[in-house]
């Protein structure tokens, strides 16, 4: 097998046609190969040819390269961004700047290890996040890391308090005054590095996106070293600000959560949900209890169980994944109250359950029961009321 080229490069230019981009690849590697998207949510590649030839997508998100190709080439279908929301993971043009997103329009070949950078060539845009290096070129992340975001022509504003470094990547400078105060946002990351014990140097970097819409959803999305998060011009009550700041806390729990073993998707969204309104609370009493209400009662209209849907997600059906961000969160405020009948906090376990927890093939908890000193009687009951569909209790 022919030794795989030094450095891939990824060179972005403008397109005369409107909201389209062009990516060629220089060296292409002579062995050709499995060209796909890391972390495929919808592809926004089109047109991909080698030496002139169209190749198909197939299936979504992945290209056959053949061998000794010399031009190898893409364009990527920009969206509307303000119609986009962040969780979407998509490529977007908003008024004067752009989010391009790795996982959507910058496929990689799956079988080629070598070292791979993102130049942007494109005189009219300034590359926000992340800084290029010497080079002019931004690493691409491999196939086990979280996704590669671009900003470019944003605005920076950055606030350093203690071990934290927050900055926010800004699409408008206008929207500042409509965002979470930075202060509070710091304030609320403290409390989750303590009652994660992290005691390291952390830099949380926020990228803000203008969304149309009537509300806010509930999720954003972590890249590399990145947070993504919207807004709405409309929506500036302190309800609305308290949504978007678990959003934000959310996300950053996610960032800490790399400092311990993987875990089961339901079990990472569970807790960054649970933990990031907790966060809330501790910034705006009153709107994050609200919050914390919100999304026990919407736990309710999922009647399967976390352990059930966790399977479906797993094989590709992510139709209840909203549970995790719901039902997960009434599970752990459960197992919190639980807790407390003996003076006890599940925040004096997090640790340990964030570093000791062994799962089996579904994404059970094996030992949840042993971290946390519960009896028999209580982990069945929650393990009924949370973690097992109605067909499957009858089997414990």
Same mark, same amino acid.
């Given at each position: !097998? ?20 062009t990516?060629r ?30 190749? $198909? ?7 056959? $390269? ?19 929301? /962040?969780?979407?993971? %998509?490529?977007?043009?908003?008024d ?10 910058l496929?990689?070949?799956?079988? $080629?290890?070598?070292?791979?950078g ?7 845009v ?49 929207? *500042? ?5 930075? &202060? ?8 989750? !590095? ?5 005691k390291?140097?952390?830099n ?34 302190? $309800? ?9 806390? *959310? ?5 800490? %959560? ?19 309104t907790?966060?809330?609370e ?6 994050? /209890? ?21 399977s479906?997600?797993?094989? &590709? ?10 039902? &997960? ?31 089996? %093939? ?35």
């Amino acid at each position: !097998m022919a030794t795989p080229p030094t450095h891939i490069g990824y060179s972005i230019e403008e397109s005369i046609e409107p909201n389209i981009l062009t990516v060629r690849m220089s060296p292409v590697p002579s062995q050709g190969g499995i060209l796909t998207l890391t972390h495929c949510v919808r592809s926004q590649v089109t047109n991909l040819t080698c030496d002139g030839e169209t190749i $198909i997508e197939r299936p979504e998100g992945s290209w056959s $390269i053949p061998e000794d190709v010399k031009d190898l080439r893409w364009k990527i279908q920009l969206k509307e961004g303000k119609g986009v929301e /962040a969780c979407e993971q %998509q490529s977007i043009k908003l008024d004067s700047s752009i989010l391009l997103s790795g996982g959507s329009s910058l496929p990689q070949f799956k079988d $080629i290890y070598g070292p791979e950078g993102v130049r942007i060539s494109m005189p009219t845009v300034r590359t926000i996040y992340p800084e290029p290096g010497q080079s002019q070129s931004i690493a691409l992340p491999g196939f086990s890391k979280p996704p590669l975001f671009l900003l470019l022509n944003f605005t920076e504003r950055t606030l350093k308090d203690g071990l934290i470094t927050l900055t926010y990547l800004l699409d408008d400078e206008k929207s *500042h005054s409509l965002l979470p105060d930075m &202060g509070e946002n710091i304030k609320g990351l403290k409390w989750l !590095m303590e009652v994660a014990d992290i005691k390291t140097k952390e830099n949380f970097t926020v990228g803000w996106c203008e969304y149309v819409g009537e509300s806010l959803g509930i999720s954003g999305a972590t890249g590399s070293g990145i947070l993504l998060a919207n807004y709405l011009l409309s929506k500036t009550s302190p $309800i609305d600000k308290a949504l978007m700041l678990y959003v934000v806390l *959310h996300e950053a729990f996610h960032q800490l %959560q790399t400092y311990y073993p993987d875990e089961p998707t339901w079990i990472q969204e569970s807790l960054a949900s649970y933990y990031g309104t907790r966060a809330v609370e501790v910034i705006m009493p009153e709107e994050g /209890a609200s919050l914390m209400d919100r999304f026990q009662k919407e736990a309710d209209r999922f009647r399967k169980g976390l352990l059930t849907i966790h399977s479906a997600v797993e094989k &590709g059906d992510r139709s209840e994944y909203a549970a995790f961000y719901t039902k &997960g969160v009434a599970f752990w405020a459960e197992v919190d109250k639980t807790l407390r009948t003996r003076s006890d906090s599940l925040d004096l376990y997090l640790k340990d359950i964030l570093s000791r927890m062994e799962y089996d %093939q579904q994404g059970d908890p094996v030992n949840l029961n042993r971290i946390l000193n519960l009896s028999q009687e209580a982990w069945l009951s929650l393990r009924a009321q949370f973690l097992l569909s109605k067909d499957e209790k009858k089997l414990f």
